[in-house]
Structures are given as C-alpha cells and as structure tokens.
C-alpha cells in the first residue's frame, strides 16, 4: 500500500495519511482490508463523511481516524501526526 502523503519530522519521527474519499461497496471492503493488513500504527486516515459508511467501519483500523465534510483540517492532521509519529 502507498499512501497519500508521508510526514517527515527534523527529529526524525515518522507518519503516513490515507485519504479515503471515493467509494463504492468494493473499494471501501478493499481499502479498510489493505488498511488492517498494512497494521501501521503511524498512519493518519482521513475519510469523508459523505460515504456511505459509519465510525464503526473504522474502530478497529491502527493509527488515528478522522472524519472531514468537505476539506481536510490541516490543524486536526498535525494534532494526529504527532499523536502517531514513529522513530524510525
């Protein structure tokens, strides 16, 4: 899996984010699948609210999960990335 974005701190701490705006029964099944499977602790999932799918779809996913309407609060992106940065 390749995410969208890679997060770099100078301390050398590390994070990922997935977007997951675009759906259809198959890709969700498939992307919250590959999701699990990556087992990434530092990774960020932002999904959109307009999907057809609930909180619960994602409570067992690691890293952190956040929900956005219409854009993505960078604010609320680098709250989670520090939360979730790794050492390499």
Do not use: Q
């Not at 699990?36 to 999932?45: D, E, F, L, Q, Y």
């Amino acid at each position: 899996m390749i995410p969208d974005f890679a997060f770099v701190h100078p301390d050398g701490r590390r994070a990922m984010m997935e977007i997951v705006g675009f759906w259809t029964p198959d890709y969700l099944r498939k992307k919250l699948d590959k999701l699990r499977r990556a087992g990434r602790p530092n990774m960020v999932i932002a999904v959109s609210e307009k999907l057809n799918c609930s909180a619960d779809d994602f409570v067992d996913l690691p890293g952190e999960v956040m929900f956005f309407k219409y854009r993505i609060n960078v604010h609320e992106v680098i709250e989670r990335v520090e939360r979730c940065a790794l050492s390499k």
